[in-house]
Protein backbone atom coordinates (compact mmCIF):
# COMPACT_ATOMS: atom_id res chain seq x y z
CA UNK A 1 0.00 0.00 0.00
CA UNK A 2 1.27 3.49 -0.59
CA UNK A 3 2.41 5.50 2.75
CA UNK A 4 4.03 8.68 2.65
CA UNK A 5 6.74 9.73 5.10
CA UNK A 6 7.64 13.07 7.47
CA UNK A 7 10.71 11.76 9.18
CA UNK A 8 10.98 15.55 10.97
CA UNK A 9 7.73 15.97 13.45
CA UNK A 10 9.34 19.74 14.39
CA UNK A 11 11.39 22.12 13.06
CA UNK A 12 13.18 25.20 14.36
CA UNK A 13 14.49 27.89 11.86
CA UNK A 14 15.64 31.21 12.27
CA UNK A 15 14.18 33.66 10.21
CA UNK A 16 16.27 34.50 6.64
CA UNK A 17 18.14 30.99 7.16
CA UNK A 18 17.09 28.37 4.49
CA UNK A 19 14.47 25.25 4.91
CA UNK A 20 14.20 22.19 3.57
CA UNK A 21 11.13 19.57 4.94
CA UNK A 22 11.80 16.02 3.93
CA UNK A 23 9.13 13.85 2.59
CA UNK A 24 9.79 9.81 1.67
CA UNK A 25 6.93 7.73 -0.50
CA UNK A 26 6.35 4.06 -0.83
CA UNK A 27 4.63 3.85 -4.54
CA UNK A 28 4.91 1.07 -7.21
CA UNK A 29 4.59 3.63 -10.08
CA UNK A 30 5.48 7.76 -10.24
CA UNK A 31 3.39 9.04 -7.79
CA UNK A 32 1.19 12.62 -8.07
CA UNK A 33 2.99 14.25 -4.91
CA UNK A 34 1.80 17.23 -3.36
CA UNK A 35 2.82 19.45 -0.60
CA UNK A 36 0.16 21.58 1.90
CA UNK A 37 0.73 24.24 4.36
CA UNK A 38 -2.03 24.81 7.39
CA UNK A 39 -0.92 27.67 9.18
CA UNK A 40 -2.69 28.09 12.89
CA UNK A 41 -6.40 27.77 12.48
CA UNK A 42 -6.61 27.92 8.88
CA UNK A 43 -7.55 25.04 6.40
CA UNK A 44 -4.87 23.60 4.07
CA UNK A 45 -3.42 25.40 1.19
CA UNK A 46 -1.88 23.83 -1.75
CA UNK A 47 1.92 24.81 -2.31
CA UNK A 48 3.01 22.67 -5.16
CA UNK A 49 2.87 19.39 -6.60
CA UNK A 50 4.19 17.26 -8.61
CA UNK A 51 2.77 15.14 -11.44
CA UNK A 52 5.09 14.87 -14.35
CA UNK A 53 8.23 16.12 -16.30
CA UNK A 54 10.38 18.78 -14.43
CA UNK A 55 11.46 17.07 -11.29
CA UNK A 56 12.02 20.77 -9.93
CA UNK A 57 8.99 22.13 -9.17
CA UNK A 58 7.96 25.43 -8.02
CA UNK A 59 5.57 26.71 -6.06
CA UNK A 60 3.92 29.70 -4.01
CA UNK A 61 5.47 31.85 -1.01
CA UNK A 62 8.99 30.98 -2.71
CA UNK A 63 8.99 27.31 -2.16
CA UNK A 64 10.03 24.39 -4.55
CA UNK A 65 10.32 21.16 -3.84
CA UNK A 66 12.35 18.16 -6.02
CA UNK A 67 11.08 14.25 -6.90
CA UNK A 68 13.71 12.34 -6.72
CA UNK A 69 12.75 8.86 -8.08
CA UNK A 70 15.61 7.47 -6.93
CA UNK A 71 15.30 7.84 -3.47
CA UNK A 72 11.37 7.85 -3.36
CA UNK A 73 11.73 11.60 -2.00
CA UNK A 74 9.81 14.70 -2.49
CA UNK A 75 11.59 17.10 -0.28
CA UNK A 76 10.25 20.83 0.18
CA UNK A 77 12.54 23.91 0.38
CA UNK A 78 12.68 27.69 0.72
CA UNK A 79 15.88 29.42 0.52
CA UNK A 80 14.77 32.46 3.03
CA UNK A 81 12.00 31.63 5.42
CA UNK A 82 9.74 34.68 6.73
CA UNK A 83 8.03 34.81 10.26
CA UNK A 84 4.54 34.03 8.09
CA UNK A 85 5.83 30.43 7.11
CA UNK A 86 5.50 28.70 10.61
CA UNK A 87 3.01 26.28 10.05
CA UNK A 88 2.23 22.71 9.56
CA UNK A 89 3.58 21.32 6.35
CA UNK A 90 2.28 17.97 4.99
CA UNK A 91 3.22 15.87 2.19
CA UNK A 92 0.72 13.79 0.71
CA UNK A 93 0.37 10.81 -2.11
CA UNK A 94 -2.70 9.68 -3.43
CA UNK A 95 -3.33 5.91 -3.73
CA UNK A 96 -4.92 3.67 -6.48
CA UNK A 97 -8.47 4.76 -5.76
CA UNK A 98 -7.69 8.65 -5.76
CA UNK A 99 -7.78 9.04 -2.12
CA UNK A 100 -5.27 11.40 -0.50
CA UNK A 101 -2.81 9.84 1.99
CA UNK A 102 -1.02 11.93 4.25
CA UNK A 103 2.09 12.30 6.03
CA UNK A 104 1.62 12.94 9.89
CA UNK A 105 3.22 16.50 9.50
CA UNK A 106 6.57 18.68 10.40
CA UNK A 107 5.75 21.81 12.42
CA UNK A 108 7.68 25.05 11.47
CA UNK A 109 8.98 27.23 14.21
CA UNK A 110 10.50 30.30 13.15
CA UNK A 111 12.54 32.24 15.20
CA UNK A 112 13.48 35.99 15.23
CA UNK B 1 -9.77 24.69 -9.32
CA UNK B 2 -12.96 24.25 -7.49
CA UNK B 3 -13.89 26.03 -4.71
CA UNK B 4 -15.75 24.79 -1.73
CA UNK B 5 -17.52 26.41 0.61
CA UNK B 6 -18.02 24.89 4.15
CA UNK B 7 -20.01 25.61 7.20
CA UNK B 8 -20.28 25.71 9.71
CA UNK B 9 -16.44 26.77 10.49
CA UNK B 10 -16.68 25.83 14.33
CA UNK B 11 -18.90 24.36 16.55
CA UNK B 12 -19.44 23.85 20.21
CA UNK B 13 -21.96 21.21 20.80
CA UNK B 14 -23.33 18.85 23.80
CA UNK B 15 -22.03 15.10 24.57
CA UNK B 16 -24.52 12.68 22.68
CA UNK B 17 -25.81 15.40 20.29
CA UNK B 18 -25.07 15.29 16.35
CA UNK B 19 -23.78 18.14 14.14
CA UNK B 20 -24.04 18.23 10.11
CA UNK B 21 -21.53 19.19 8.26
CA UNK B 22 -21.69 20.21 4.65
CA UNK B 23 -19.90 21.30 1.83
CA UNK B 24 -20.98 22.71 -1.51
CA UNK B 25 -18.85 22.96 -4.53
CA UNK B 26 -19.08 25.32 -7.68
CA UNK B 27 -18.62 22.89 -10.04
CA UNK B 28 -19.55 19.04 -10.51
CA UNK B 29 -17.21 16.61 -9.16
CA UNK B 30 -16.83 13.16 -8.95
CA UNK B 31 -15.14 11.89 -6.07
CA UNK B 32 -15.66 14.05 -2.53
CA UNK B 33 -13.88 12.86 0.84
CA UNK B 34 -14.53 13.41 4.18
CA UNK B 35 -11.41 13.95 6.43
CA UNK B 36 -11.04 14.14 10.14
CA UNK B 37 -7.85 16.32 11.74
CA UNK B 38 -7.79 15.39 15.57
CA UNK B 39 -5.47 18.00 17.76
CA UNK B 40 -2.10 17.83 16.75
CA UNK B 41 -2.36 15.12 14.57
CA UNK B 42 -2.60 14.62 10.81
CA UNK B 43 -5.21 14.68 8.50
CA UNK B 44 -7.38 11.15 8.16
CA UNK B 45 -9.66 9.97 5.34
CA UNK B 46 -13.45 8.97 7.22
CA UNK B 47 -15.07 8.12 4.15
CA UNK B 48 -15.65 8.57 0.06
CA UNK B 49 -18.82 10.34 -0.73
CA UNK B 50 -20.50 8.86 -4.11
CA UNK B 51 -23.19 10.20 -5.62
CA UNK B 52 -26.00 8.25 -6.26
CA UNK B 53 -24.36 5.32 -3.47
CA UNK B 54 -23.79 4.90 -0.18
CA UNK B 55 -20.66 6.49 1.23
CA UNK B 56 -17.30 4.08 1.15
CA UNK B 57 -16.17 4.22 4.82
CA UNK B 58 -12.29 3.69 5.48
CA UNK B 59 -11.24 1.18 8.46
CA UNK B 60 -12.64 1.93 11.98
CA UNK B 61 -15.08 4.43 10.43
CA UNK B 62 -18.78 3.48 10.64
CA UNK B 63 -22.16 4.55 8.82
CA UNK B 64 -23.82 5.05 11.92
CA UNK B 65 -21.33 7.29 13.93
CA UNK B 66 -20.81 9.14 10.82
CA UNK B 67 -23.61 8.65 8.09
CA UNK B 68 -22.99 10.90 4.82
CA UNK B 69 -25.14 12.52 2.00
CA UNK B 70 -24.28 12.98 -1.33
CA UNK B 71 -27.41 13.96 -3.36
CA UNK B 72 -25.67 15.51 -6.43
CA UNK B 73 -22.38 16.10 -7.78
CA UNK B 74 -21.95 19.44 -6.07
CA UNK B 75 -23.14 18.89 -2.56
CA UNK B 76 -22.53 16.79 0.29
CA UNK B 77 -22.83 16.34 4.26
CA UNK B 78 -21.43 14.50 6.91
CA UNK B 79 -23.11 14.21 10.33
CA UNK B 80 -21.09 13.12 13.50
CA UNK B 81 -23.54 11.19 15.45
CA UNK B 82 -23.93 11.31 19.30
CA UNK B 83 -20.90 12.96 19.91
CA UNK B 84 -18.59 12.44 22.58
CA UNK B 85 -15.60 14.64 23.57
CA UNK B 86 -12.98 12.41 21.65
CA UNK B 87 -14.81 13.75 18.31
CA UNK B 88 -13.50 16.97 18.79
CA UNK B 89 -11.29 17.58 15.80
CA UNK B 90 -11.11 19.62 12.47
CA UNK B 91 -13.43 17.90 9.75
CA UNK B 92 -12.56 18.92 6.35
CA UNK B 93 -13.84 18.09 3.03
CA UNK B 94 -12.49 17.50 -0.30
CA UNK B 95 -12.65 17.11 -4.06
CA UNK B 96 -10.50 16.21 -6.63
CA UNK B 97 -10.15 19.17 -9.05
CA UNK B 98 -8.66 19.55 -12.50
CA UNK B 99 -4.98 20.55 -10.83
CA UNK B 100 -5.39 18.74 -8.02
CA UNK B 101 -6.88 18.02 -4.69
CA UNK B 102 -9.01 21.59 -2.99
CA UNK B 103 -9.63 21.24 1.00
CA UNK B 104 -12.63 23.20 2.75
CA UNK B 105 -11.81 25.80 5.03
CA UNK B 106 -12.44 23.08 7.92
CA UNK B 107 -15.11 22.87 11.15
CA UNK B 108 -13.26 23.08 14.20
CA UNK B 109 -15.99 20.60 16.58
CA UNK B 110 -15.63 20.90 20.54
CA UNK B 111 -17.62 18.39 21.89
CA UNK B 112 -18.64 19.49 25.86
Known amino acids: AQSVTQPDIHITVSEGASLELRCNYS??????LFWYVQSPGQGLQLLLK??????LVQGIKGFEAEFKRSQSSFNLRKPSVHWSDAAEYFC??????????FGAGTQVVVTP | SAVISQKPSRDICQRGTSLTIQCQVD?????MFWYRQQPGQSLTLIAT?????????ESGFVIDKFPISRPNLTFSTLTVSNMSPEDSSIYLC?????????FGSGTRLTVV
Open chain 2, 49 to 57: ANQGSEATY
Open chain 1, 27 to 32: YGATPY
Open chain 1, 50 to 55: YFSGDT
Open chain 2, 94 to 102: SVVAQNGYT
Open chain 2, 27 to 31: SQVTM
Open chain 1, 92 to 101: AVPDSWGKLQ
